[in-house]
């Protein structure tokens, strides 16, 4: 049987997951929200949400990156009966590492029990644990995600446009991920699964860092000054709730479990990677 590809989001990482599945030879679809206005990368079909039954029907291998709602997972709550009839090897949920709540800066690793503390984490572990349910009839990854940036999508962007804060809150770091190391951690696990039963990855870089260190690190790379540091005290005054709940919360997320079980290593191991390589692609 042919391995086919379902991915459920056709956005940021999910457009960098099908792009390099379809070069890789899997058949694969995609959901988006519209695909009139989605340009799907090359080899890729984009079906609409209402229409993916029978894409869903015939899927081997399924991605999930899409949020839950209110009432949870929304791909369970309207392609159930779909999914229950799919010959399926493997199921891969892209979650956050906001399910771990806030760890006073401790390092949290792949079998740190989730302690979610924010509503959005909390609907997130629920999400995790409604696919976990399938985890008697297919292998299921939760790939829980740090910082999700990349092209288009990083401090550089922010610098550029003059929106960049350099807020100082000594001792607060956390991990990134560049969509690409998304792509390379979800094919190969898709390419060889574990056996029946739920595995938990971590898609988050070999070193945390703070907020400030990054920005005053790609003003650098930029050639510019970086914007005026702001003590957190002074910053949290102008900051939006979500803002708020984000520097509430402070882990380490380690990732050496990960790696092991995948056989991987990142092409862009640290924040520094990252960023120098999208300024020479010109991001």
Known sequence: ??????????????????????????????????????????GVEAIPFDSAAPALRA???LVFTAPPGENG???????????????LRWIGYLSTTGVYGDRGGAWVDETTEPAPAQP????????ELQWEAFAPRAAVDLFRCAGIYGPGRSVLDDLRAGTARRTVLPGHAFGRIHRDDI????LA???????????????ADDEPAESATVTEGAARLLGIDPPPAIPFETARATM????????????????????????????????REGLAAILAEGG
């Open 1 to 42: 049987m042919q391995r086919h590809l379902h991915l459920v989001g056709l956005g940021f990482s999910g457009a960098a997951i099908a792009r390099d599945a379809a070069a890789a030879g899997w058949r694969v679809t995609a959901t988006a929200r519209d695909p009139a206005r989605t340009v799907p990368p090359p």
């Open 59 to 61: 899927a081997t291998h």
């Open 73 to 87: 997972d929304p791909v369970l709550a309207t392609h159930r009966e779909a999914l229950e009839a799919a010959p």
């Open 120 to 127: 959005r984490s909390r609907r997130r572990r629920q999400a």
């Open 183 to 186: 792509a390379r951690a979800v």
């Open 189 to 203: 696990a898709a390419a060889n699964p574990p056996p029946l039963g739920t595995r938990v990855l971590h898609l």
């Open 240 to 271: 939006s709730p979500m803002a708020l709940s984000f520097w509430s919360e402070n882990r380490r997320i380690a990732n050496a479990r990960t790696k092991a079980a995948l056989g991987i290593a990142w092409r862009y191991p640290t924040w």
